[in-house]
């Protein structure tokens, strides 16, 4: 009985750390990722640390692009779109960093974005503030100049960062919108 | 009968007009499945998707694209290298064997719609023509589909 004084406030407190929230299995990549300042939509500088609080989707494309990267959009729409229909939205942000900042200047992306409705901030900045976020994030991309326009040739996987902006999982551009639902909702 | 006129009354004739355009000009080169994935409506291009059938005994080759709505419409072929990056290559020609079989679909060959003279919203339907060695064409509608019904 001497000890109970001890043992009570350790099996309170192992009590109560049960009820909480369950830490996610998802590991952390130290590799990828890091503090970044870029220019967003509303042509505001942006910096990674901004992003801390969030569970962010973040990706990178170019308005341009006709295939993939509407496609990576309309499917991160979706994620964003299932998990506000379960009230959990408010601390997911979807992240779209461009590589093409030639034409995809801040007023492109502030009027491209909204249409897919998923509250998504679009970035972009000088080229070699791009080529700095796209090299932390293991990300490239090379300008193909074609006859009548330029495409890009890039990677294009998608980043699930938690709320210390750290990178916890990769996927690729056809990523299953419940797989990403699921992870996110262990860190939201 | 002028061309304008003939799309007028494709508006007002709904089904009529649908199975006027769904019969391929051409009746060897068979179309199903013909879809435009929807953008933004600031988007200056959309993508283009279809399955392409050959229903005669000779090779038929697809030598160009049009459209309307698109400045410049161009055939796509998408390749992944070892590192994982995708490029997108013009496709000059693309040959359907006879009896043979094609498609243009997701993430690989597509059809690139530049220099977007107006963008379609969801539901309407855009005549696509593919020219075809021989100096012949074959045209078809394509449906701008919503995001929710090719990406679920």
Redesign the interface.
């Known amino acids: 009985m001497r000890k109970l004084p001890y043992v009570l406030p350790v099996l309170l407190a192992l009590l109560v750390a049960g009820c909480g929230k369950q830490e996610s299995d998802l590991p952390i990549n130290n590799r990828l990722g890091g503090e970044f300042t870029l220019t967003d939509h509303n042509g505001e500088p942006f910096t990674q640390a901004q992003l801390k609080g969030k569970v962010s989707i973040l990706f990178f494309g170019y308005?341009?692009?006709?295939?993939?990267c509407?496609?990576v959009l309309?499917?991160v729409?979706?994620v964003y779109r299932q998990l506000d229909e379960a009230g959990e939205a408010e601390r997911l942000q979807p992240v779209f960093i461009t590589f093409d900042p030639e034409?995809d200047t801040a007023e492109?992306l502030k009027?491209?974005?909204p249409?897919?409705k998923a509250n998504v901030i679009g970035l972009t900045g000088s080229l070699d503030e791009i080529r700095q976020v796209a090299k932390q994030y293991g990300v490239?991309f090379?300008k193909?100049q074609?006859?009548?326009?330029y495409?890009f040739?890039?990677?294009?996987?998608i980043y699930l960062l938690d709320d210390q902006g750290r990178v916890r999982k990769l996927y690729p551009?056809?990523f299953t919108?419940d797989e990403v639902v699921a992870d996110a909702k262990t860190l939201l | 009968m002028p061309k304008r006129c003939f799309k007028s009354m494709l508006g007002i004739g709904g089904l009529l007009g649908s199975l006027v355009f769904a019969m391929p000009a051409r009746a060897e080169l068979v179309f199903s499945d013909a879809w435009l994935r929807a953008v933004p409506p600031v988007s200056p291009t959309m993508a283009g998707y279809v399955s392409l059938e050959n229903d005669s005994d000779k090779d038929l080759m697809i030598t160009g694209v049009r459209t309307d709505i698109a400045g410049h419409t161009m055939l796509h072929a998408m390749t992944t290298a070892e590192d994982g990056t995708r490029q997108m290559t013009h496709l000059h020609h693309l040959t359907i064997p006879a009896r043979g079989k094609a498609s243009l679909s997701p993430g690989e060959k597509h059809l690139m719609l530049m220099k977007l003279k107006r963008v379609p919203s969801f539901g309407e339907s855009v005549d696509i023509c593919f020219q075809l060695a021989g100096d012949t064409e074959a045209c078809t509608p394509f449906t701008v589909k919503r995001p929710s019904q090719f990406d679920g």
């Open positions: 308005t341009h692009c006709p295939d993939i509407p496609a309309a499917r729409a979706q034409r492109h009027e491209y974005l249409w897919f490239v090379i193909d074609q006859e009548q326009d495409l040739t890039h990677s294009d996987y551009a056809d919108i």
